[in-house]
């Protein structure tokens, strides 16, 4: 991940990070601009699941065009929904499908392998 986006820094790394915003803000940039840019192109869970929606749901049913944003609303959007999706891991994954995964197991099915589940 670029130094700009992260949040937890070494000292020298820190330092590194400000001596950027420095020579962005000399050159005329406003450096809150600069630190936003980049994580503004990467869109959240649910900005990828409408994006994707709408791509797709012209070869679904209603009916299946319908559930695949329900499911997601019911089930991903809770814990990942405004995560950018370069930040998901496969634990968050994970994490998200415990509460489905006995309960439910044809919903996590589609989120996910459950043979991955360890």
């Known amino acids: 991940m670029p130094i700009l986006q992260r949040k937890v ?3 020298a790394e820190a330092r590194e990070k400000a001596g950027m915003l420095r020579l962005a803000a000399k050159s005329g940039l406003d450096p ?3 630190l936003d840019r980049d994580r503004r ?4 869970l649910i900005e990828a699941a409408i994006a994707a929606h709408a791509s797709l749901q012209n070869g679904w049913t209603n009916k299946n065009a319908q559930a695949f ?3 997601l609303e019911a089930h991903a959007y ?3 929904g405004r995560k950018r ?3 998901i891991a496969s634990s968050d994954i994970i994490t ?4 489905i995964w006995i309960d439910k197991p044809q919903i996590a099915k589609k989120f996910g392998n459950v043979s991955a589940r360890s």
């Open 78 to 80: 809770p814990t990942l």
């Open 41 to 44: 192109k990467i869109p959240t």
């Open 96 to 99: 998200a499908l415990d509460p």
């Open 85 to 87: 999706v370069h930040l």
């Open 32 to 34: 809150i601009e600069e």
């Open 9 to 11: 820094l070494t000292l």
């Open 69 to 71: 944003l329900n499911s």
